[in-house]
């Protein structure tokens, strides 16, 4: 489903760019093109967001065979 309906940018695409290192808003307009129209998508696309980030936070190891990975 269309987040941003303006760009064509999808639930997907926002979570394939938080995969890919989008951390803020600013970097998702900076990837996607979202929100750089009209405007309306910018609450779910912050919505979406920040559960892309959470659930990759949720995804990471803290640790491996070397030690921790991430603090
Ligand atoms: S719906 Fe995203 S800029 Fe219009």
Do not use: W
């Not at 941003?4 to 938080?18: D, E, F, T």
């Not at 989008?22 to 996607?32: E, H, I, W």
């Not at 093109?33 to 980030?53: F, I, S």
């Amino acid at each position: 489903m269309y987040v941003c309906v303006c760009k064509a940018v999808s639930h997907k695409h926002i979570h394939r760019a938080v995969n890919e290192g989008a951390v803020s808003l600013r970097d998702l307009k900076n990837l996607t093109g979202l929100g750089t129209c009209c405007g309306k998508c910018v609450p779910d696309a912050r919505r979406t967001l920040v559960e892309a980030a959470a659930r990759r936070a949720a995804e990471q190891p803290l640790f491996n065979d070397a030690g921790l990975v991430a603090a």
